[in-house]
């Protein structure tokens, strides 16, 4: 049966009085029952403080973590039943893989066979049945984060907590551990809660997304919301490689127009002062290049990444990145012409830089 996650006015405050320093601030999301949540933000924002609330490591200067509706706040972490895998793996490198998985559940004084039994299940489904005698030194690392997860899933925890647990593999075997995690919480229906640093790793694997800044929860959203309708220049560059291209103008007459030239565009009406400065923003793949396009730039570098080229060409109002096929047959030096389709544009205000309705 899995429970629900409220994270309720979290404000959390490290030391007293004017050296205090305040690393939360009014975080509000409410977890459905076996709902997958990504926290992203980049290092230092204050992820692993809040999952460290929600594990009751830790406890926030104000707030409430219910789980199942109940507060928890004050509760000590055993008696959360709650499971979590970190980056650095922690197993006991004196017992065997089995006694590892089955560490937990002996503390619970759980009988043996049915200790044996879910130490089993849990093997097969992390594909790790062969290595159950083994210590710990003799696997590799990819092996190791299989065994902390057979740890904590072993124990069917009412929520799970994961702290950026792929960071110390390699490229290949990140790619592999991704999909195995999304596997197993189709497979176990836990609620968790995955912290990472890794915008990619976010947008794979969440159902929802919460983007973190200094503390502060900038959008909560569908990995569609965040990448299709970001609430600010700070998520609509935080997500999405390469980055999306702002562009600084105004419109004056219907017209968008950055240094050098008017576009084919108009910022929302209703927008305050149409006058008035707003950011054009434009992913590399929706920016193309057409030959009687009035905004003129010249191709400066020319990257090929196997499906796609990257091709950075320099304007008059700074230099934008274009996502193309890897056909192109663009050279620096190059002059070209860009275009934009209305449908494509994200609208910022130049000041807030929150997104234009
Ligand atoms: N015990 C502590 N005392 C004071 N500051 C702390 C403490 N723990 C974390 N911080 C600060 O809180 C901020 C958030 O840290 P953390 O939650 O670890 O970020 P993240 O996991 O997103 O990298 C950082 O600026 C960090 O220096
Ligand atoms: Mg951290």
Redo the contacts with the bound molecule.
Sequence with gaps: MASSLDIAGINKR??KGDKS?E?LRKVDIHVAPGEFLILV????????????IIAGL?EPTEGEIRIGGKNVVGMPPRDRDIAMVFQSYALYPTLSVADNIGFALEMRKMPKPERQKRIDEVAAMLQISHLLDRRPSQLSGGQRQRVAMGRALARQPQLFLF??PLSNLDAKLRVEMRAEIKRLHQASGITSVY?T?DQVEAMTLGSRIAV?KG?VVQQLGTPDDIYNRPANTYVATFIGSPTMNLLRGAASGGQFGIQGAALNLAPPSGTPNSASEVLLGVRPEHLVMQDSAPWRGKVSVVEPTGPDTYVMVDTAAGTVTLRTDAQTRVQPGDAVGLAVEPANAHWFDASSENRLA
């Design positions: 490290f030391g320093v690393v933000g980049p290092s230092g924002c204050g992820k692993s403080t809040l999952l460290n830790d702290d950026e912290v640093h973190m503390g």
